[in-house]
């Protein structure tokens, strides 16, 4: 498939995880991929990997928690790959623990990673898209934020903020062609599935929470998403939320 062929994307975080797998469908569809994340060698990883199907991709190692880094990132992206079209706000940090015992730090942490960092590379984006007469930036929110979840005070506050900002931005970068949308996905990750190996029980009660009775593959339910979500094919969409967890919403 090439409905992105001679688009370019920078994928935050893409060096595991979801980040990986919307690295590798976006690839898969043509578009040249920047993969930016802090571990030089997952990011390598992933370039090498969609290098073996055929693909163009580039290693971008920085930190989003850092707004000079975020704006090298984009700078990086465009004069390597010649454009940007696409923005992949995907990295983000976060510490979990009960409402009553979390702290600015914690807050700290997932604001800089999260909603802060999201908005840089926005900014340092945006040039960029209007001289390409539009293009389309994807940002992550979390189902966790949307049902609350219970030790996700900070992450939440976080996820939330980013959804308020998505919403602005569609309305604001319209008018220059600019579609902005949120995805808050329910997906397997090296995180996720050593946090749920070593806790069955609540592997169990999760999948039992989810009417499709499985977690998202990265690539093939997420990464296949966005690729979808930036396409032509959905290029009247702008400010939405697309709740990507196979249903659990439904029965939360």
Same mark, same amino acid.
């Given at each position: 498939?090439?409905?992105?062929?001679?688009k370019?994307?920078?994928?935050?975080?893409?060096?595991?995880?979801?980040?990986r797998?919307?690295a590798?469908?976006?690839a898969?569809?043509?578009?040249?991929?920047a993969v930016?994340?802090?571990?030089?060698?997952?990011?390598?990883?992933?370039?090498?990997?969609?290098?073996?199907?055929?693909g163009?991709?580039?290693?971008?190692?920085?930190?989003?928690?850092?707004?000079?880094?975020?704006?090298?990132?984009?700078?990086?992206?465009?004069?390597?790959?010649?454009?940007?079209?696409?923005?992949?706000?995907?990295?983000?940090?976060?510490?979990?623990s009960?409402?009553?015992?979390?702290?600015?730090a914690?807050?700290?942490l %997932? +604001?800089r990673s999260?909603?802060?960092?999201?908005l $840089?590379?926005m900014? =340092?984006a945006? *040039?960029?898209l @209007?001289?390409?007469?539009?293009?389309s930036?994807?940002?992550?929110?979390?189902s966790?934020?949307?049902?609350?979840?219970?030790?996700?005070?900070?992450?939440?506050?976080?996820?939330?903020?980013?959804?308020?900002?998505?919403?602005?931005?569609?309305t604001?970068?319209?008018?220059?062609?600019i579609?902005?949308n949120?995805?808050?996905?329910?997906?397997?990750?090296?995180?996720?599935? %050593? +946090?749920?190996?070593?806790?069955?029980?609540?592997? $169990?009660?999760?999948? =039992?929470?989810? *009417?499709?009775g @499985?977690?998202?593959?990265?690539?093939?339910?997420?990464?296949?998403?966005?690729?979808?979500?930036?396409?032509?094919?959905?290029?009247?969409?702008?400010?939405?939320?697309?709740?990507?967890?196979?249903?659990?919403?439904?029965?939360?």
């Amino acid at each position: 498939m090439t409905t992105l062929s001679g688009k370019a994307a920078l994928v935050t975080g893409g060096g595991q995880g979801v980040g990986r797998g919307i690295a590798l469908a976006l690839a898969s569809r043509g578009a040249a991929v920047a993969v930016s994340g802090r571990t030089e060698a997952k990011l390598k990883a992933v370039v090498d990997e969609i290098g073996e199907r055929g693909g163009q991709a580039l290693a971008v190692v920085g930190d989003v928690g850092d707004r000079a880094d975020v704006e090298r990132m984009v700078a990086e992206t465009v004069r390597v790959l010649g454009s940007l079209d696409i923005l992949v706000n995907n990295a983000q940090s976060s510490a979990q623990s009960p409402l009553e015992e979390t702290t600015p730090a914690d807050v700290d942490l %997932a +604001y800089r990673s999260g909603p802060l960092a999201t908005l $840089a590379a926005m900014q =340092a984006a945006l *040039p960029h898209l @209007r001289a390409r007469g539009g293009g389309s930036i994807v940002n992550f929110g979390s189902s966790a934020a949307l049902d609350g979840q219970r030790g996700f005070a900070s992450y939440a506050m976080a996820k939330e903020a980013i959804r308020g900002l998505t919403r602005v931005a569609a309305t604001e970068w319209g008018p220059y062609g600019i579609r902005v949308n949120t995805i808050c996905p329910l997906s397997l990750s090296p995180a996720a599935d %050593a +946090y749920l190996r070593a806790r069955p029980d609540q592997h $169990a009660k999760l999948l =039992a929470e989810v *009417p499709l009775g @499985r977690l998202g593959d990265p690539e093939a339910d997420i990464g296949r998403a966005v690729a979808a979500l930036v396409s032509d094919d959905l290029g009247y969409l702008t400010g939405a939320t697309l709740v990507l967890e196979g249903g659990r919403t439904l029965l939360g």
